[in-house]
């Protein structure tokens, strides 16, 4: 089945710098690739995603981006502020259609 | 309000009673699945469904029960339970059966078993 890692499982930036958070993946016919964030006490919420056929996504400070050969997918934050502090989870659909997720990174933006 | 309600929210209970835990969703979603959160350990998939009578087993299945009589409830049950079900769980659902789309989840129960 689909394996998917996140490294490393922690991350500290300064505020205003950016982050960079690279998951790989198992799977080759994997086609949907979400990022889920998770506030402290709060449920996982989705803040993008893409799929296959797309190589870049942005949505205003956050973008992924997807390396289909390499069978990697990074979360780009600029401008990091306080509020991104959270766990950020990535996950990928296979060809058995079940999502699966990395286990987490913890993202801490430093005043 | 589009949202996925689960009961309890806290639990403490002991070894051995059994226990259910509640979910229900309001968007008419094909698919709902059962995940447990633990330390280090991510977001783990305890049984999915992807539709009304059809159920299967995720990743870490044991001593863990589901049904799906109804499109919109799929509680998760848990007979015996034991101390190494303490968890913080969530359950999910999605629009279609293939999870191409946004998963929306529930508030999460965090349950205790002494």
């Known amino acids: 089945g689909e394996n998917v890692e996140q490294h490393p499982s922690t991350l500290s930036v300064q505020e205003g710098d950016s982050a960079v958070i690279k998951c790989t993946y198992s799977?080759?016919?994997?086609?949907?690739f979400p990022w889920y964030k998770q506030e402290l006490g709060k449920r996982p919420q989705l803040i993008i995603d893409?799929?296959?056929?797309?190589g870049e996504k942005k949505d205003q400070r956050i973008a992924v981006t997807l390396n289909k050969t390499a069978k990697h997918f990074s979360l780009h934050i600029t401008e990091t502020q306080p509020e991104d502090s959270a766990v950020y989870f990535c996950a990928a659909t296979g060809v058995s259609s079940k999502l699966t997720f990395g286990k987490g990174i913890t993202l801490s933006v430093r005043p | 309000e589009a949202q996925v309600t689960q009961n309890p929210r806290y639990l403490i209970t002991v070894t051995g009673k059994k226990l259910t835990v509640t979910c229900s969703q309001n968007?008419?979603?094909?698919?709902m699945s059962w995940y447990r959160q633990d330390p280090g350990l991510g977001l783990r998939q305890i049984y999915y469904s992807m539709n009304v009578e059809v159920t299967d087993k995720g990743d870490v299945p044991e001593g863990y029960k589901v049904s799906r009589k109804e499109k919109r409830n799929f509680p998760l049950i848990l007979e015996s339970p034991s101390p190494n079900q303490t968890s913080l769980y969530f359950c999910?659902?999605?629009?279609?059966?293939?999870?191409?789309?946004?998963?929306?989840f529930g508030e999460g129960s965090r349950l205790t078993v002494l």
């Open positions: 968007m008419n979603h094909e698919y």
């Open positions: 893409i799929r296959s056929n797309v």
């Open positions: 799977d080759s016919a994997s086609n949907y």
């Open positions: 999910a659902s999605s629009r279609t059966s293939g999870v191409t789309g946004e998963l929306f």
